[in-house]
């Protein structure tokens, strides 16, 4: 049998999957139950392509402030922390660092919000297609 999760193969009758630990048994309980219209495959795998990584987001701001907005995609706040960090640079650089954990915060925030918005994305438009 294969992982319904992650594609991976695994002994037949077990609970749980061995490479990324997803309970088999409910996956295999909620497959006899028709009024779940189970999500499809391809459809995981273009949401799990379309996720910004979480590490990336945060430490592309030691290149440059803000730039872990722009890469989620939010690029009013990351040109406010962008023009922030210079102004701060220019006058008051003592402030570069407070912006620097203030971007990166932000910025793994911002990531995974976006993750979390594709996947409930994926959930309601599996919804709508049920009805
Ligand atoms: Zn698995």
């Given amino acids: 049998m294969f992982c319904s999760q992650c ?5 037949d009758g077990s609970k749980f999957c061995p490479s ?15 009024s779940a219209s189970p999500i499809l495959q391809e459809d995981l795998l273009s949401v ?5 990584s979480l590490a990336v987001a945060g430490l592309i701001n030691i290149a440059l ?3 872990g907005y722009f890469y989620v995609g939010k690029y009013i706040w990351g040109t406010i922390l962008l023009i922030a960090a210079i102004l701060s640079f220019i ?14 915060i932000g910025s793994i925030y911002a990531a995974h919000r976006h993750n979390k918005k594709l996947m409930e994305n994926l959930l309601n438009s599996n919804k ?4």
């Fill in 7 to 11: 594609g991976k193969e695994y002994i």
């Fill in 20 to 34: 990324c630990g997803y309970n088999l048994e409910s996956s295999s309980s909620s497959k006899s139950n028709e």
């Fill in 48 to 52: 799990k392509s379309k996720e910004k």
């Fill in 65 to 67: 402030i803000g730039a």
């Fill in 91 to 104: 006058y008051a650089p003592e402030m570069l660092l407070a912006l620097f954990v203030l971007a990166t």
């Fill in 128 to 131: 709508k297609n049920k009805t």
